[in-house]
């Protein structure tokens, strides 16, 4: 992925693996994901944020995270209990005022939901439950004032 004119100076990224830059392996000691997986990341190399081009990353998401633990708990290998995106958002509310966030410039991302299912795969009989679940994390996002949001859906199972 390359581009010529980054309309954007900052990613905030909440989700699960697919984003994860190294936060599951972080909460686990540096233990988990293992090789062949990459200093980290749930990939045998950089992710696709990564390779946007844009310097300031702000990554909160966690590898095994689900839309919210309420819902349905993420949890690492060892049983520790990962950040849902609610979590997630709730917690980088609390950083954002010490952060100078030109709103203009940032591009808010959520990808997240595989993992609501992989571990209830009840919920695929009932989808908007976790959208749902989603939604109410956009709104969270909306209300710390981003004016970009991009939101990844799931592919078709």
């Known amino acids: 992925i390359q581009s010529k004119k980054l309309l954007y100076d900052t990613i905030v990224c909440f989700g699960d693996s697919n984003s994860d830059t190294e936060n599951a392996y972080k909460l686990t000691g540096y233990k988990w994901p293992v090789p062949p997986y990459n200093n980290g990341r749930f990939s045998n190399g950089k992710i696709w944020i990564e390779r946007l081009g844009i310097q300031n990353l702000i990554n909160n998401a966690y590898g095994s995270a689900t839309s919210d633990n309420n819902l349905v708990r993420s949890y690492t290998i060892f049983n520790l209990t990962v950040p849902d995106v609610r979590q997630q958002i709730a917690t980088y509310k609390t950083t954002i ?46 209300q710390l004032g981003a004016k970009h949001i991009l939101i990844f859906h799931l592919p078709p199972f």
């Open 97 to 142: 005022h010490s952060r100078k966030i030109n709103f203009h410039r940032t591009l808010y991302v959520i990808w997240a939901g595989q993992n609501d299912y992989y571990y209830n795969l009840a919920l695929a009989l009932v989808p908007s439950i976790v959208v749902k679940s989603l939604i109410n994390g956009i709104h969270d996002v909306i």
